[in-house]
């Protein structure tokens, strides 16, 4: 259990109380006791001197029983005990006891320190009385010798009646400064305490979502600057609570209003937020802490969020549910073990990319057909006419051939763009697939009088579909050729880390700059007129962009204008038969 500040703080002050409201006592008691003992020896010192001076003509004279006369007379006045004694230690007189029954006091200290000094005093136990005395004893001479010892004594209980009188006004005057001390100790604890608490307490409402607490000016400077600090603090932290709120709201209404389903689980599964078009695809109803399973009955969904709970990375796939086609995309939230899940509908998107592919496929296959008759038909013509019209014939065969090359490629890209298409991998050595493409190509090369040349420095394997990939090598080695006038064209074969690279230089024309990100779009074509001269259909960068996609690959391009381009193509490698295995 927590101890409250003010027991706290009044414990420590009545450790320090205790303390001194104990020592103080002691010490003074113990440095009093001394002073009045001083004080009453010499008190009774120098009521010796007074008797030393009443007792000593008499001694002198040898007038022992009228020394004895004014002894008893002084020892009734002054109320203190009177004794002569010799040289020798004997008693000569005594206002207590006979003199005769006395033993000798040559032994007791304050008579030897006077025959040696002319006075001496002591405390301590009279074996005479059986009583704590003080003593006091002057020396009485004659022409330089010891003559007697008058000693006055009393008895040491008067000196301790008043010491415990002293000692208990003390007490008194301790206990009521201890009180009086406490009070204030009290008093001062809970003048720091009670502002503590109350900051204690608005701190609590704070915690509790009362951000309206306020506190009050203090009398005290610094718990005045504490309070107008937490003033100012809790008035900003509502003012932020109070946006983030509505803030809150706002995005809350936002994502529960989106056409697109949106979850957020935790690392459980366990559905945080579901909006309003994720709850549809489910069970309906509220699925805030419960888990996806229950709410979830489609395979596919529930496919999906399993993967995105294990997968700690973002990802997207394309599912069917409700009816729709959809992109679900998951990611992880970062520095919370959550995932979100937002899916977006692409039903008229796939529809649409389905009825282009047919639209496609199905004009290429009706195209195909008369464009071959036509053809077969202009070449027959051009063998029965005369030159003048063989040339309207070869421009006739010229466009057919470029419209059969373009329904060739119309129909290679929607068959590799349809949804069912699988490449046939396996593993493959480039080497003799390039040597093969450039081998196709050198008769053209050579008509043109360019260098022609294939340079492996590596030969890697690749994962790959041999067709398809020849498919990458012709066009990309056809568009070199084909726009290179003089000059080289080099294919180059290596391996750059984890990859195979295979690099299509020439000396051409180039490509300007701004064309170059478009180069892989469909029928797109840096010069038209070129294009139509060369029977290009726009296509072929195309189909090798998706190509290289399917197999995880990429191409990029480099160029500058007047000296030439390169167009690099990178493939995975194969895994070794050890790694496969």
């Known amino acids: 259990m927590k101890t409250p500040l003010l027991v706290a703080s009044l414990r420590g002050y009545a450790i320090v109380i205790s303390v001194l409201g104990i020592l103080t006592p002691l010490l003074v008691f113990g440095g009093l ?8 020896l010499d008190d009774l010192t120098s009521t010796a001197l007074m008797l030393r001076g009443a007792l000593a003509p008499r001694m002198l004279e040898g007038d022992l029983a009228g020394a004895d006369s004014i002894a008893q007379e002084l020892c009734a006045e002054t109320g203190v005990r009177i004794t002569v004694i010799d040289p020798d230690g004997r008693v000569m007189i005594d206002t207590d006891a006979a003199p005769s029954s006395m033993e000798s006091h040559r032994t007791r200290p304050e008579v030897i320190s006077a025959f040696q000094t002319g006075r001496g005093t002591a405390v301590r136990k009279s074996s005479t009385l059986n009583l704590d005395m003080l003593y006091s004893a002057i020396l009485i001479e004659q022409a330089g010798e010891p003559i007697a010892v008058v000693r006055a004594s009393r008895p040491f209980r ?16 301790a206990a009521a400064a201890v009180s009086i001390s406490a009070l204030i ?11 503590v608490g109350k900051l204690a307490e608005a701190f609590e409402r704070i915690e509790a979502g009362d951000y309206s607490i306020r506190m009050e000016p203090s009398r005290i400077r610094e718990f005045d600057s504490l309070n107008a600090g937490f003033n100012e603090a809790a008035q900003k932290t509502e003012s932020l609570v109070s946006d983030l709120s509505e803030r809150t709201s706002q995005f809350h209404a936002m994502l529960e209003s989106a056409y697109g389903p949106i979850a957020v689980l935790d690392s459980a599964g366990r559905l945080i937020f579901a909006n309003r078009a994720f709850r549809l695809l489910g069970s309906g109803g509220a699925m805030e802490g419960l888990d996806y399973r229950e709410v979830v009955s489609n395979p596919e969904l529930l496919s999906v969020l399993g993967r995105a709970l294990t997968a700690g990375e973002p990802g997207q796939d394309k599912i069917s549910a409700g009816g729709r086609i959809w992109t679900a995309a998951h990611a992880p939230v970062p520095g919370h073990s959550q995932v979100v899940l937002s899916m977006a509908d692409i039903t008229e998107i796939e529809n649409l990319a389905a009825t282009k592919r047919d639209f496609a496929v199905n004009v290429a296959h009706e195209l195909r057909t008369p464009l071959t008759a036509i053809k077969g038909f202009a070449e027959t013509l051009a063998e029965k006419t005369d030159t003048e019209g063989r040339r309207y014939i070869e421009t006739i065969l010229r466009n057919t051939d470029r419209l059969i090359a373009l329904v060739r490629d119309v129909q290679t890209l929607a068959q590799i763009e349809s949804p069912g298409f699988q490449l046939d991998l396996q593993p493959v050595d480039l080497f003799p697939v390039l040597t093969l493409t450039v081998e196709l190509f050198e008769p053209a090369a050579g008509r043109k009088g360019l260098d022609l040349s294939l340079v492996a420095r590596e030969v890697p394997l690749v994962n790959g579909d041999v067709f398809r990939l020849q498919q990458v090598f012709i066009n990309l080695l056809d568009n070199a050729v084909k726009y290179t006038e003089t000059g080289s064209v080099r294919v180059t074969l290596a391996r750059e880390e984890e990859q195979a690279l295979v690099e299509f230089s020439d000396t051409g024309p180039g490509i300007p700059s701004e064309a170059i990100p478009r180069l892989c779009e469909r029928f797109f074509v840096v010069d038209q007129s070129r294009s139509r001269q060369m029977g290009g259909t726009g296509l072929g960068l195309a189909i090798v962009k998706h190509i290289l996609m399917l197999h995880g690959g990429s191409l990029s391009i480099k160029s500058e204008p007047g000296r030439g381009s390169v167009f690099s193509v990178r493939l995975p490698l194969a895994e070794p038969p050890a790694r496969a295995s």
Do not use: M, Q
């Open 185 to 195: 100790a009290w008093l001062f604890s809970r003048s720091v305490t009670l502002p």
């Open 158 to 173: 008067l000196l301790s009646v008043v010491l415990s009188g002293i000692g208990a006004r003390i007490l008194v005057l």
């Open 33 to 40: 006791r001394p002073v009045l003992v001083d004080t009453a």
